[in-house]
Nanobody, 121 residues
Framework: VQLQASGGGLLQAGGSLRLSCTTSERSFSGYAMGWSRQAPGKEREFVAAVSWGGGTTAYAMSVKGRFTISVDNAKNTVWLQMNNLKPEDTAVYYC???????????????WGQGTQVTVSS
């Protein structure tokens, strides 16, 4: 599985960014995609997941209401719209896939290269 993420950048608090990720994996029922992030000195953490059909999503409490995950099956692409960004959102964001969707416990097993998001106060 190849995952290509893009869209990171440097911006001020309160701003918005949209991350995108394209996978080489052929879509099929039950598949899931999502995002994790890792801040300096911290462990990688779950951010959001979406079932491949796009009908079901899950968000970490820290981003719920500010981030929106969406998917386009035809384009094998998933997006993460991030609004009202905060300095604590600063991290390397990784696109990820899983063999099945399980909400907050979606078991990501492939990660792409990360894209840096830096939010200044």
């Amino acid at each position: 599985v190849q995952l290509q993420a893009s869209g990171g950048g440097l911006l001020q608090a309160g701003g918005s960014l949209r991350l995108s990720c394209t996978t080489s994996e052929r879509s099929f029922s039950g598949y899931a995609m999502g995002w994790s992030r890792q801040a300096p000195g911290k462990e990688r953490e779950f951010v959001a997941a979406v079932s491949w059909g796009g009908g079901t999503t899950a968000y970490a409490m820290s981003v719920k209401g500010r981030f929106t995950i969406s998917v386009d099956n035809a384009k094998n692409t998933v997006w993460l719209q991030m609004n009202n960004l905060k300095p604590e959102d600063t991290a390397v964001y990784y696109c990820a896939t899983a063999n099945y969707y399980n909400g907050l416990r979606t078991p990501f097993n492939y990660w792409g290269q990360g894209t840096q998001v830096t939010v200044s106060s």
